[in-house]
C-alpha cells in the first residue's frame, strides 16, 4: 500500500501545467523517473540484509547521482549486459582487489559514485589492458597525458598500470574537467573524446541556438555511448535483480594495504616474505616492468594483500639485507651501449635487454639500467624456469609461528587473460658512473587496522574485454629447503638467511596448514601450464619445420632461374651465378650473347646450383682466412695531443675495436701510455 502511495505522488507530481511539463519532463524523464521509484521500492527489501553483512555495493548505491542522458541508448547497454552477465560477473569479479580503494577516493573528492565504475567500460578492471590507439591501464591513460597528471613511463616502470598512483591521476583529471564543464556528463566526454573535442562542440551546439548539454552536443558514436554505457552499468548494480543478475558480495573493507619501503627489493623476495604468489604481487603492482620493486624515494607504494602484511614486516625483520636484492643499479651519466656494459658486467645482452625491458643497443643518457650481481644470477632470474629459494626456510618458519586461513572463493584475486575481441640528448662523453650497490630498509606501516590474516588463492579464468593486450604472469613455487642444502654442499657458498630459516625450524617445525596446501595447489597448477606451454612449443616448431620445407625447395628452384633486368648482360647473369657464358647459353640454347629484359633463363641445375653455392660459400671462407692473415697486430705509443679519435682514424680502425682491444672504459688515454692496434695489411 506505501508503495502504492508513492507511486500516485510520484505521478501527480509529474501532473504539472503543460508549459512546465513540456519545459522539464521529457517522456524518456519520465520513464527514468518510474524506473528509478521501481528500483528504490526493490532495494528497500534488501537493503537491510546487505548492511548486515557490511557490502560495499550497498554504500555505493547511496551516492549513485548522475542523470541519465540519451535513455534509449542506455536501455540498449543495459539489455547487452544483462543478456551477457557470464563477461558482466567476470569482470565484478576483477574489480574485488581494487573496488574498495577506489571508492574510497572517489568519496573524498565528493564525485558522484558512478565514477568508480569507469574502469569496467575502460578496461574491465584489467591493469595491463590496451586499446589501439595507445592508452593503457584500468583508466587507459593516454602517454602523453600519463606524464600530463605525474605518471611516468620508462623501461623500468609504467605508472599508467600503478593501482594507487593512476586512481589518484585520474580523479584528479576529472575533477578538472567538471571545473571545466560543470557537468559530470561532459566531463566524462571530454575524459573520452578530449577536452577541446567537446569545447568546440558545446560552440557549435549554442551558435545553432541549442542548449549546450550531452545529448544536443554532435560526436563520435563512441563518445555518444560512453556515458550511457556508465549509466547502464551503474542501473545494473543498482538493481541487480531487476535484470535477473545476482552480484557477488564485496565486503566494505580494504583488500590491500599500502606499505612504505625506502631502497629497491626483488619482487622474488618480496613475494617469499609475504607469502603470495607471483600472481598475487603482479595482481597489485602491475606497473613493475623489471623483476626489482623500486620505491622511488618513498613515492611509490608497495600493495599487499591485508593478510600478508603481518608475514611480510616480521620475515622482513629477520632476513639479512644481502638477501633482499640481487641486482646492482647502474646509474648511466653519459651515451653509452648494452655492449659496453656487457663488457663490463659480464652479463650478456640479451639478458640485460630482457631484465631491462629495452630493444635497442643504445642506452639514454640518465638511464638506470638493472645489472645482476653475478652472471648465475642473471641467467637464475631471467628464466622462466623456477629459482631456488633462499628466503622459503624463514618463510615456513613464520609460517609456522602464525598459520594463515585458507581463503574464501569470494575473496581470490582474479588474473586476467585476454578475450577475443597500441631525440636522444647530447651530453659530454665523460666516465660512466661507478655501480651503485643498494640494500633494502624496513618498510613503514602506512595503517595500523590489522584483519585477520588471509592468503588469497589466485585464479586464472577471467576475460578482459576486446583489444586489451594483457601481459601474462608466471606463479613460482618455493623450493624444497632440501634442494638449497644440496647445491650448498656441491661447493656453492652457502645463503646466510637460509642457515638462519633452518636453525630456526629445526627447534620449531612447521605445521601443514591451509596455507601450504595453496602454495602446493600453486605449484602444481604451474607446473601443470609450463608442460602444456612447453607441449604447445614444441607443436609450433614442428609445424614451422614443416611449412619451412615447401619454401626452401621453392627458394631452391627459384634460385635456378633468374629474370632478365633491365641493364643485365650475359657476362653480369653468368658472373651473378658463379658459371661461364659459355655454360649460360647451353644451358638456353643461345646462339648468341642477345636477352631481353623479362626473360627467364636458367641458371643451373639443382645440383649445379647447390654446387655453385657451396662453390660461392668456399670463396667466402677462403677470403675470409686470407682476410684474417693479412691482420697484424702493432704497438702505440701515446703521444701528447692524441685523442683516441686521431689514433684510431691514423690506424684505419674504429674507436670502438681500440677500446675492446686495449680493455678501456672510456675514451681518455695519456701519453706515454702503450695501446695494442690490429690493423689491415
Known amino acids: 500500500m506505501t508503495q502504492l502511495k508513492l507511486l500516485t505522488l510520484a505521478l501527480l507530481g509529474l501532473g504539472l501545467p503543460a508549459t512546465a511539463v513540456s519545459q522539464t ?19 528497500s527489501q534488501t537493503a537491510g540484509a546487505e548492511l548486515s553483512h557490511n557490502n560495499l555495493w550497498s554504500r555505493m548505491r547511496r551516492d549513485f547521482r548522475m542523470s541519465e542522458v540519451n535513455p534509449e541508448i542506455v536501455r540498449r547497454h543495459e539489455n547487452y549486459f544483462a543478456t551477457r552477465s557470464a563477461y558482466f560477473n567476470r569482470t565484478i569479479e576483477r574489480s574485488r582487489p581494487y573496488l574498495y580503494h577506489i571508492l574510497s577516493e572517489v568519496e573524498k573528492r565528493n564525485m558522484p559514485a558512478e565514477i568508480a565504475l569507469l574502469p569496467f567500460i575502460e578496461s574491465a578492471f584489467v591493469t595491463k589492458a590496451r586499446s589501439h590507439v595507445g592508452a593503457s591501464g584500468l583508466w587507459q591513460f593516454m602517454p602523453a597525458t600519463g606524464r600530463q597528471y605525474g605518471l611516468a613511463q620508462n623501461n623500468l616502470y609504467d605508472a599508467r598500470h600503478d593501482i594507487d598512483a593512476s586512481t589518484n591521476a585520474a580523479l584528479n583529471y576529472l575533477e578538472y574537467l ?17 577536452e577541446g573535442n567537446v569545447s568546440r562542440a558545446i560552440n557549435r551546439a549554442r551558435s545553432q541556438g541549442l542548449e549546450p548539454v550531452y545529448e544536443n552536443l554532435r560526436m563520435p558514436n563512441e563518445t555518444r555511448n560512453y556515458v550511457p554505457k556508465l549509466l547502464a552499468v551503474r542501473n545494473l548494480v543498482n538493481n541487480p535483480q531487476g535484470f535477473g543478475l545476482t552480484l557477488s558480495h564485496i565486503e566494505n573493507k580494504p583488500y590491500f594495504q599500502a606499505v612504505t619501503v625506502s631502497n629497491p627489493m626483488d619482487i622474488n623476495a618480496i613475494t617469499r616474505l609475504a607469502n603470495i604468489s607471483h600472481a598475487e604481487f603482479e595482481a597489485l603492482n602491475p606497473s613493475a616492468k623489471v623483476p626489482v620493486f623500486l620505491p622511488e624515494n618513498g613515492r611509490r607504494k608497495l600493495l599487499l594483500p591485508v593478510g600478508a602484511v603481518n608475514a611480510f614486516e616480521q620475515n622482513l625483520r629477520s632476513a639479512p639485507n644481502e638477501a633482499l636484492l640481487s641486482y646492482d643499479i647502474l646509474h648511466t651519466d653519459g651515451h653509452t651501449t648494452l655492449s659496453d656494459i656487457a663488457d663490463r658486467t659480464g652479463m650478456s645482452i640479451s639478458d640485460l635487454r630482457r631484465t631491462n625491458g629495452l630493444s635497442r643497443n643504445n642506452v639514454r643518457a640518465g638511464s638506470r639500467i638493472l645489472v645482476a650481481r653475478n652472471t648465475s644470477t642473471a641467467a637464475r632470474l631471467v628464466s622462466d624456469s623456477g629459482a631456488d629459494d633462499p628466503l622459503g626456510g624463514l618463510i615456513r618458519q613464520t609460517a609456522a609461528a602464525e598459520p594463515m586461513t585458507a581463503p574464501s572463493s569470494s575473496n581470490r584475486i582474479q588474473v586476467a587473460r585476454a578475450d577475443a575481441a597500441p631525440s636522444r640528448p647530447v651530453v659530454e662523453t665523460r666516465p660512466a658512473a661507478p655501480l651503485a650497490t643498494v640494500v633494502a630498509a624496513r618498510p613503514e606501516r602506512m595503517e595500523t587496522a590489522r584483519p585477520v590474516i588471509q592468503q ?14 594483457i601481459q601474462t604472469t608466471r606463479q613460482e613455487a618455493p623450493q624444497a629447503q632440501a634442494t638449497w642444502a644440496a647445491d650448498s654442499t656441491a661447493g656453492q657458498e652457502p645463503d646466510p638467511l637460509m642457515a638462519l630459516a633452518n636453525t630456526s625450524a629445526a627447534s620449531n617445525p612447521a605445521p601443514a596448514d591451509a596455507a601450504a596446501l595453496v602454495q602446493a595447489s600453486l605449484a602444481q597448477s604451474g607446473a601443470e601450464e609450463n608442460r602444456r606451454q612447453a607441449a604447445a612449443r614444441a607443436a609450433a616448431e614442428r609445424q614451422t619445420r614443416q611449412e619451412a620445407q615447401p619454401n626452401r625447395q ?46 627467364v633463363l636458367k641458371v643451373a641445375g639443382n645440383g649445379q646450383a647447390q654446387s655453385a653455392r657451396n662453390n660461392g660459400a668456399s670463396r667466402q671462407a677462403a ?32 674507436v670502438n675495436d681500440l677500446k675492446r682491444a686495449n680493455n678501456l672504459r672510456n675514451n681518455t688515454v695519456r701519453p706515454g701510455q702503450k695501446l695494442r692496434v690490429t690493423t689491415g695489411a
Open 554 to 599: 621453392a627458394r631452391q628452384q627459384a634460385a635456378a632461374t633468374h629474370r632478365v633486368a633491365s641493364g643485365d648482360t650475359l657476362h653480369s647473369i653468368a658472373r651473378r651465378y658463379h658459371i661461364s657464358t659459355a655454360e649460360l647459353r647451353q644451358l638456353n640454347r643461345l646462339n648468341g650473347n642477345s636477352i631481353r629484359t623479362g626473360q
Open 178 to 194: 567538471h571545473r571545466m564543464f560543470g557537468d559530470w556528463s561532459l566531463a566524462l566526454a571530454a575524459y573520452n573524446w578530449g
Open 456 to 469: 588469497a588463492a589466485v585464479e586464472n579464468q577471467v576475460a578482459a574485454p576486446a583489444n586489451a593486450i
Open 25 to 43: 519532463h521529457s517522456p524518456e524523464k519520465i520513464a527514468s523517473a518510474m524506473m528509478n521509484l521501481n528500483a528504490s521500492a526493490l532495494r
Open 623 to 654: 677470403n675470409n682466412r686470407n682476410a684474417n692473415s693479412r691482420q697484424r697486430q702493432t704497438s702505440y705509443t701515446v703521444r701528447s695531443g692524441d685523442t683516441l679519435q686521431s689514433i684510431a682514424r691514423r690506424h684505419n680502425v674504429s
